[in-house]
């Protein structure tokens, strides 16, 4: 399987990040070894000080697609669920000032946090609310009603250049509010108020 990124997907991260808003979604990877195992800590990596966590909406790939329209996106996929895209902010700093690619960033090991799915029949997804909690307080409270780019416009853009298949993720990119972690954390995902992951950091 293979994880799909969208980065620069709302707004007012774009900004807090002081980015360019893009023409097109940015788009990145994450292999499979990327993958948390469920229930194991988070370590951060001692190559970097600055870890941040980014709670994303998670899409679920159900079969093969390639060259999907928008208006059958919908047909690939029946679960929605939550991640964070852990992100080593520092070294993504020093790729972006050399123009080089994110993946030490963002594709190392323990970087993909993916939670539990709900059937997508559960959610209004044009309108579907999510948060983090960071210690129990809420850091990153977003809506996909603000997406620049929506759940099926990514599915069909992503399926120009790669081919879905089922048991992909694709990751549609955080709202603000990102942060670092350090250890100790205890991290919640919430989606419609259900809890989808709860990680602790070390
Ligand atoms: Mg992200």
């Given at each position: 399987?293979?994880?799909?990124?969208?980065?620069?997907?709302?707004?007012?991260?774009?900004?807090?990040?002081?980015?360019?808003?893009?023409?097109?979604?940015?788009?990145?990877?994450?292999?499979?070894?990327?993958?948390?195992?469920?229930?194991?800590?988070?370590f951060i990596?001692?190559?970097?000080?600055?870890?941040?966590?980014?709670?994303?909406?998670?899409?679920?790939?159900?079969?093969?697609?390639?060259?999907?329209?928008?208006?059958?996106?919908?047909?690939?996929?029946?679960?929605?669920?939550?991640?964070?895209?852990?992100?080593?902010?520092?070294?993504?700093?020093?790729?972006?000032?050399?123009?080089?690619?994110?993946?030490?960033?963002?594709?190392?090991?323990?970087?993909?946090?993916?939670?539990?799915?709900?059937?997508?029949?559960?959610?209004?997804?044009?309108?579907?609310?999510?948060?983090?909690?960071?210690?129990?307080?809420?850091?990153?409270?977003?809506?996909?009603?603000?997406?620049?780019?929506?759940?099926?416009?990514?599915?069909?853009?992503?399926?120009?250049?790669?081919?879905?298949?089922?048991?992909?993720?694709?990751?549609?990119?955080?709202?603000?509010?990102?942060?670092?972690v350090k250890e100790n954390d205890?991290?919640?995902?919430?989606?419609?108020?259900?809890?989808?992951?709860?990680?602790?950091v070390k």
């Amino acid at each position: 399987m293979k994880i799909i990124c969208i980065g620069r997907n709302y707004a007012k991260h774009i900004e807090e990040l002081a980015n360019e808003k893009p023409e097109e979604p940015v788009v990145f990877l994450k292999p499979d070894s990327a993958i948390l195992p469920k229930n194991n800590p988070f370590f951060i990596p001692s190559f970097s000080e600055d870890v941040h966590y980014e709670v994303e909406v998670l899409v679920k790939i159900n079969k093969v697609g390639k060259h999907i329209a928008t208006r059958f996106a919908h047909k690939y996929y029946d679960e929605i669920g939550l991640g964070i895209d852990f992100t080593a902010r520092d070294v993504q700093a020093r790729c972006k000032e050399k123009g080089l690619p994110w993946e030490k960033a963002k594709a190392f090991d323990g970087s993909a946090i993916i939670g539990d799915f709900f059937p997508k029949t559960d959610f209004d997804l044009e309108n579907l609310s999510f948060q983090l909690l960071k210690n129990d307080s809420v850091v990153q409270d977003g809506n996909t009603s603000n997406m620049l780019w929506k759940i099926d416009e990514l599915v069909s853009y992503v399926s120009q250049y790669f081919t879905l298949k089922k048991g992909d993720i694709i990751f549609t990119g955080t709202p603000d509010g990102v942060g670092k972690v350090k250890e100790n954390d205890v991290l919640v995902g919430t989606i419609e108020a259900k809890e989808s992951f709860q990680i602790r950091v070390k």
